[in-house]
């Protein structure tokens, strides 16, 4: 496939695309005991079952299975040996919320209020509230969802909150600062015609328009950030 886009053959089906988080270079701890583990205990990624960056334990995790199944969770040193079923995995910092041990309702990430050993960075003045942009999980009965959240303005705690109040049973961060990095598009189709809907009317943006063609970030043209993509179903054989 080619590097930065979703491969040609599979934009048919596309549904959404979602500025997937930070670069390697943006994503290692500078503070607290993350940063003295595993060489600064860099955010890993695996696409397609190559890995580009080695997970790292103690980090919020997303992850799908060669089967399609999607779950969330903090990387342990009991996964290091990455199991043969594991296809794509993406880490950005410590969870914001997580599973309570006791089996009550999810917990507050024990760093979310740590700026440093949380590695939560800021807006570029320094203010730790700032645009920002999450992932959760969401069971109802038996039904799982995966949110994605766009904070305009917030801190950490706020989206932990958020995300609880909404009954998330597991979140992490994504990416922040701008709508480049918090990107989100769908795509509806009639007929040989596609239509992109942006979740904020700016991230229009980083489409590109030559004449009257749209083509839109992931699909029309490669780009520098990693990115997930949602796929319609296909029908079974």
């Not at 009954?167 to 961060?173: E, Q």
Request: with cysteine.
């Amino acid at each position: 496939g080619r590097t930065g886009m979703l491969a040609p053959a599979l934009q048919g089906r596309a549904v959404a695309t979602v500025t997937g988080g930070f670069k390697r270079e943006h994503g290692a701890f500078h503070y607290g005991a993350l940063a003295q583990r595993n060489r600064g205990s860099h955010y890993g990624f695996v696409e397609q079952g190559v890995v580009f960056s080695t997970l790292a334990p103690g980090l919020a995790t997303v992850y799908v299975l060669n089967d399609g199944t999607v779950d969330m969770k903090t990387w342990s040193e009991a996964d290091s040996a990455l199991p043969p079923q594991l296809r794509d995995a993406r880490q950005n910092g410590v969870a914001l919320l997580e599973p309570d041990a006791a089996g009550g309702a999810p917990a507050i990430g024990p760093l979310v209020d740590q700026w440093g050993p949380g590695n939560w960075s800021g807006s570029t003045e320094g203010q730790l509230r700032a645009l920002r942009a999450g992932a959760c999980l969401l069971a109802q009965g038996e039904r799982r969802y995966l949110v994605y959240g766009y904070f305009s303005s917030a801190t950490p705690s706020t989206m932990a909150h958020v995300f609880r109040a909404y009954g998330c049973r597991y979140a992490m961060h994504l990416d922040m600062n701008a709508l480049e990095h918090t990107y989100l598009a769908l795509y509806t189709r009639q007929g040989q015609r596609m239509q992109v809907q942006h979740l904020v009317k700016g991230m229009s943006q980083l489409d590109k328009q030559p004449g009257a063609d749209l083509l839109p970030r992931f699909l029309g043209f490669p780009d520098n950030r990693d990115f997930f993509y949602v796929l319609r179903r296909t029908a079974e054989r």
